[in-house]
């Protein structure tokens, strides 16, 4: 069974129909975490972006003729 789904576990492969459910239970938070934190950079990336524009558009109204 090629296709058959597998998993890689510390350097062990697995096929999942193999995992008892309790594994599998704890293979499907797995990959929800995984998800989130991918969601989680993807949105920091996006909040960076927006900063560093912000920050652009302040430097760009702050007067030119300031002495330090």
Do not use: C, F, W
Not at 25 to 37: D, G, H, N, P, Y
């Amino acid at each position: 069974m090629a296709d058959e789904a597998q998993v890689t576990i510390g350097g062990v492969t697995y096929q999942q129909s193999e995992l008892n459910n309790a594994a599998k239970v704890q293979l499907k938070q797995l990959q929800v975490s995984e998800q989130e934190i991918a969601q989680l950079k993807r949105q920091l990336a996006i909040a960076q972006t927006a900063r560093a524009a912000y920050a652009g558009a302040l430097k760009a109204e702050l007067p030119e003729d300031v002495k330090h």
